[in-house]
Nanobody, 115 residues
Framework: QVHVVESGGGLVQAGGSLRLSCAAS????????MGWYRQAPGKQRELVAT???????AYADSVKGRFTISRDNAKNTVDLQMNSLKPEDTAVYYC?????????WGQGTQVTVAS
């Protein structure tokens, strides 16, 4: 079984920064992509950023230039550095891992950006 745990959410003023961290543990044979998704109230969960095992990056247009995803393959961790935060970034952020055994999600961490 794979456990995925996020940390680092909180309340920040618009223009501020937060760093989210995620660690995957358990029976992990191979992790392909790791990434972050978010879900705001009343909206569908959406992709924020992903990074493949080979380092290929993908970002939502809304966060390009402001967010940076990074990964440590040896530790099975993925971080999301979020700068220049906007109120519309407010959401629950979920860590996602794509493994040979299937997809696994964390429990989510709340990010609230005050205007």
């Amino acid at each position: 079984q794979v456990h995925v745990v996020e940390s680092g959410g909180g309340l920040v003023q618009a223009g501020g920064s937060l760093r989210l961290s995620c660690a995957a543990s358990g029976i992990i044979f191979s992790i392909n992509a790791m990434g972050w998704y978010r879900q705001a109230p009343g909206k569908q969960r959406e992709l924020v950023a992903t990074i493949s095992s080979g380092g290929r990056l993908a970002y939502a247009d809304s966060v390009k230039g402001r967010f940076t995803i990074s990964r440590d393959n040896a530790k099975n961790t993925v971080d999301l550095q979020m700068n220049s935060l906007k109120p519309e970034d407010t959401a629950v952020y979920y860590c996602h891992t794509d493994t040979l055994l299937g997809d696994y999600w964390g429990q989510g961490t709340q990010v609230t950006v005050a205007s």
